[in-house]
T-cell receptor
């Protein structure tokens, strides 16, 4: 079984809808991250969490919110989706030394 | 100036040749460096990490770090068509566990 899982894998939604992307991990890491990837722009950090009570904004947090329900679960919400949030979203966990392990990604399309 | 810079490529090499991928970083306090491989539509996969100046070898891969020049490289020996992917360079700074990614270099190995 995969160490980092994401649901859904693909999602098509309409402008203004609220959606949630979920991430679960079995690696036992405290640190979890959400990134989005757009062609030519690389990975951009949305939010990161060092533990259940420690959540931090990344470089592009506007329009997004997160919830760390447990050590193993970190969810990303788009409160009111807009077309420029169409992207590939990745969840990742991190070791103490900074090595990151990514989930399979969620391809989100906002119409 | 981007914090981590890579040539976007594509870098084309014949099968069996050595592929050389390069990366520069701007934050002098960066301590840890990583190379990830990403196939089209898939998630990044960690292939090498390096923390001190010099070379680190793992199978066909060698990572090289020069902190004085703020330069990281990845050599792939005996390149195979299955190595064709985008390679992401990443740097971690300080104690925040924030990892900054470059936009990646696309490698094409020609049979």
């Amino acid at each position: 079984d995969a160490d980092v899982t994401q649901t859904p894998r693909n999602r098509i939604t309409k402008t203004g809808k609220r959606i949630m992307l979920e991430c679960s991990q079995t690696k036992g890491h405290d640190r979890m991250y959400w990134y989005r990837q757009d062609p030519g722009l690389g990975l951009q950090l949305i939010y990161y969490s060092f533990d259940v009570k420690d959540i931090n904004k990344g470089e592009i947090s506007d329009g997004y919110s997160v919830s760390r329900q447990a050590q193993a679960k970190f969810s990303l919400s788009l409160e009111s989706a807009i077309p420029n949030q169409t992207a590939l979203y990745f969840c990742a966990t991190t070791t103490e030394s900074g090595e990151q392990f990514f989930g399979p990604g969620t391809r989100l399309t906002v119409l | 100036q981007k914090e981590v810079e890579q040539n976007s490529g594509p870098l084309s090499v014949p099968e069996g040749a050595i592929a050389s991928l390069n990366c520069t970083y701007s934050d002098r306090v960066s301590q840890s460096f990583f190379w990830y491989r990403q196939y089209s539509g898939k998630s990044p996969e960690l292939i090498m990490s390096i923390y001190s100046n010099g070379d680190k070898e793992d199978g066909r891969f060698t990572a090289q770090l020069n902190k004085a020049s703020q330069y990281v490289s990845l050599l792939i020996r005996d390149s195979q068509p299955s190595d064709s992917a985008t390679y992401l360079c990443a740097a971690r700074s300080g104690g925040y566990q924030k990892v900054t990614f470059g936009t990646g270099t696309k490698l094409q190995v020609i049979p």
